[in-house]
């Protein structure tokens, strides 16, 4: 269990650009969520798949951002035409759901993302 | 609507001191209630969690968080500081349906005098 891994953990782009980010979850879990966390402030809820299904998104995802999970396995997520305002750390985690487990969600070191 | 309130954005504390942290939440019944503390450019690292049964949880690195369900609070405290427990910490709520997601509280930064 190398725990939930993303990269890149930094990434600096010009206002325009398009970014993707990496999440691989720890293997055995169905559930991977992606949250948004800003300068001095707690994550907030993006998306989250079970499987490779997506099933809520937030209305802080806008248009302009996109993710998957094919496979039920990694998940990208991508930004395109960022903005100024994308700046921001992107969390990933992932989690179990059964009874035992209770879906504790664990997190990754997050891509901090900067907007030129 | 859901929501986790941390009313200390900042706390500083000198080494071997005790501290609490304070954590308040709105539902309208109990939730998954977890700890969670950041160090700077790092991800989130669980301390404990609470599902039901004993209201005094333990966790790791000697914290320990009481739920108060009359309070809707869920404290975290730590008998003695240490200079290493310099940090943010994020209290979060899960409601237990549907997505799961974790509603987290703005977070207090510890800053620990030596």
């Known amino acids: 269990d190398t725990g939930v891994s993303q990269n890149p953990r930094h990434k600096i782009t010009k206002r325009g650009q398009n970014v993707t980010f990496r999440c691989d979850p720890i293997?055995?879990?169905?559930?991977l969520y992606w949250y948004r966390q800003t300068l001095g402030q707690g994550p907030e809820f993006l998306t989250y798949?079970?499987?490779?299904?997506?099933?809520?998104k937030s209305r802080l995802l806008s248009d302009r951002f996109s993710a998957e999970r094919p496979k039920g396995s990694f998940s990208t997520l991508e930004i395109q035409r960022t903005e100024q305002g994308d700046s921001a750390m992107y969390l990933c985690?992932?989690?179990?759901?059964?009874?035992?487990?209770?879906?504790?969600?664990?997190f990754g070191a997050g891509t901090r993302l900067s907007v030129l | 609507a859901q929501s986790v309130t941390q009313p200390d954005i900042h706390i500083t504390v000198s080494e071997g001191a005790s501290l609490e942290l304070r954590c308040n939440y709105s539902?309208?019944?109990?939730?998954?209630l977890f700890w969670y503390v950041q160090s700077p450019g790092q991800g989130l690292q669980l301390l404990l969690k609470?599902?039901?049964?004993?209201?005094l949880v333990q966790g790791i690195k000697g914290f320990e968080a009481e739920f108060k369900r009359s309070q809707s609070s869920f404290n975290l405290r730590k008998p003695s500081v240490h200079w290493s427990d310099a940090a943010e910490y994020f209290c979060?709520?899960?409601?237990?349906?549907?997505?799961?997601?974790?509603?987290f509280g703005t977070g207090t930064r510890l800053k620990v005098l030596a």
């Open positions: 985690a992932s989690s179990l759901l059964s009874v035992e487990a209770k879906n504790i969600q664990y």
């Open positions: 293997s055995e879990h169905n559930r």
């Open positions: 798949f079970q499987n490779e299904a997506q099933l809520e």
């Open positions: 539902y309208g019944a109990t939730p998954y």
């Open positions: 609470y599902f039901s049964g004993d209201t």
């Open positions: 979060a709520v899960v409601y237990t349906s549907g997505t799961y997601k974790y509603i």
